[in-house]
């Protein structure tokens, strides 16, 4: 059973944290490096996407501002599951 949980864990805890990792790098690129840029405007959505206006450029910033969102959440939760899983995984011990 020990050897179970312990393998059980470890892997949760690996690719919890892999995803962790790669939605952080995910973000940095959306944050710097992805056209249109919106640095100043993270937490600006009506500004962003609550006009009825349609161009390209509106779109293409909207759909970046909701990738970043998105991404915010599944990192902050897979950051979360990776403590969770992983404190067990190295405090656990065979008795």
Same mark, same amino acid.
């Given at each position: 059973?020990?050897?179970?949980?312990?393998?059980?864990?470890?892997?949760?805890?690996?690719?919890?944290?892999?995803?962790? *990792?790669?939605?952080? %790098?995910?973000? *940095?690129? %959306?944050?710097?490096?992805? !056209?249109?840029?919106? @640095? =100043? $405007?993270?937490? +600006?959505? @009506?500004?962003?996407? =609550?006009?009825? $206006?349609?161009? +390209?450029?509106? +779109?293409? &910033?909207? !759909? +970046?501002?909701?990738? *970043?969102?998105?991404?915010?959440?599944?990192?902050?939760?897979?950051?979360?599951?990776?403590?969770?899983?992983?404190?067990?995984?190295?405090?656990? &011990?065979?008795?």
């Amino acid at each position: 059973m020990y050897i179970f949980l312990k393998f059980f864990l470890g892997i949760l805890s690996f690719f919890s944290s892999s995803i962790f *990792i790669l939605g952080f %790098y995910q973000l *940095i690129q %959306y944050f710097f490096f992805i !056209e249109p840029s919106i @640095e =100043g $405007e993270i937490f +600006n959505y @009506e500004k962003i996407c =609550g006009k009825s $206006e349609t161009s +390209n450029l509106t +779109n293409k &910033k909207c !759909e +970046n501002l909701m990738s *970043i969102y998105w991404l915010l959440v599944t990192t902050f939760i897979c950051f979360i599951f990776t403590l969770i899983t992983a404190y067990p995984f190295f405090k656990i &011990k065979k008795k």
